[in-house]
């Protein structure tokens, strides 16, 4: 049985949630009247946030028991840069750049390796998250009256290679 596998057997989503949302408008812009976008960049970056053992009294039941939860942070950001006249000028700053933090929780059922869970939150954390990224990045964009910006789907950020970046905890 593969590592990944055992981690998605073990790991059950139970709840995803916005943790912090940014969004920024280039101050020289003035929505409706936006520049062409000229290039979009979009970035992804997950990473452990807590292992929690939760303790709880069961209804029916005299004993407690506990409960192991893994929180997980994506981050998803995407920005806007206009259309570059000289390709070899400093890159110009966004128009439009719009991150979303998102908190997801899942339960663990099962003990796994250290390697299964970092593949598991490599490659499935990403795939839980990336619709309500998807979401938020349309919606910041229709409320400041911006083209749509569409999110490439889970696969297609798969197939340009788009995995997302793992951060370890140490790392700010």
């Given at each position: 049985?593969?590592?990944?596998?055992?981690?998605?057997?073990?790991?059950?989503?139970?709840?995803?949630?916005?943790?912090?949302?940014?969004?920024r408008?280039?101050?020289?812009?003035?929505?409706?009247?936006?520049?062409?976008?000229?290039?979009?960049?979009?970035?992804?970056?997950?990473?452990?946030?807590?292992?929690?053992?939760?303790?709880?009294?069961?209804?029916?039941?005299?004993?407690?028991?506990?409960?192991?939860?893994?929180?997980?942070?994506?981050?998803g950001?995407?920005?806007?840069?206009?259309?570059?006249?000289?390709?070899?000028?400093?890159?110009?700053?966004?128009?439009?750049s719009?991150?979303?933090?998102?908190?997801?929780?899942?339960?663990?059922?099962?003990?796994?390796?250290?390697?299964?869970?970092?593949?598991?939150?490599?490659?499935?954390?990403?795939?839980?998250?990336?619709?309500?990224?998807?979401?938020?990045?349309?919606?910041?964009?229709?409320?400041?009256?911006?083209?749509?910006?569409?999110?490439?789907?889970?696969?297609?950020?798969?197939d340009?290679?788009?995995?997302?970046?793992?951060e370890?905890?140490?790392?700010?």
């Open positions: 049985m593969s590592d990944l596998a055992d981690a998605r057997r073990a790991l059950k989503i139970t709840e995803i949630y916005c943790r912090d949302e940014t969004v408008v280039l101050e020289s812009v003035t929505p409706p009247l936006w520049p062409d976008c000229g290039r979009t960049q979009f970035k992804m970056v997950t990473r452990v946030l807590k292992d929690l053992e939760i303790e709880h009294e069961e209804a029916g039941t005299d004993g407690a028991s506990s409960v192991r939860l893994l929180e997980v942070e994506f981050v950001s995407v920005r806007c840069l206009p259309k570059v006249e000289e390709p070899d000028s400093a890159e110009p700053e966004a128009l439009l719009i991150e979303v933090k998102l908190g997801l929780l899942y339960q663990v059922t099962a003990e796994c390796s250290k390697e299964s869970l970092e593949e598991f939150i490599r490659l499935n954390v990403p795939y839980h998250a990336i619709p309500y990224w998807r979401e938020y990045v349309h919606s910041a964009c229709t409320r400041r009256r911006f083209p749509p910006i569409t999110v490439p789907l889970y696969t297609q950020a798969l340009r290679g788009g995995a997302p970046q793992r370890s905890k140490d790392e700010s």
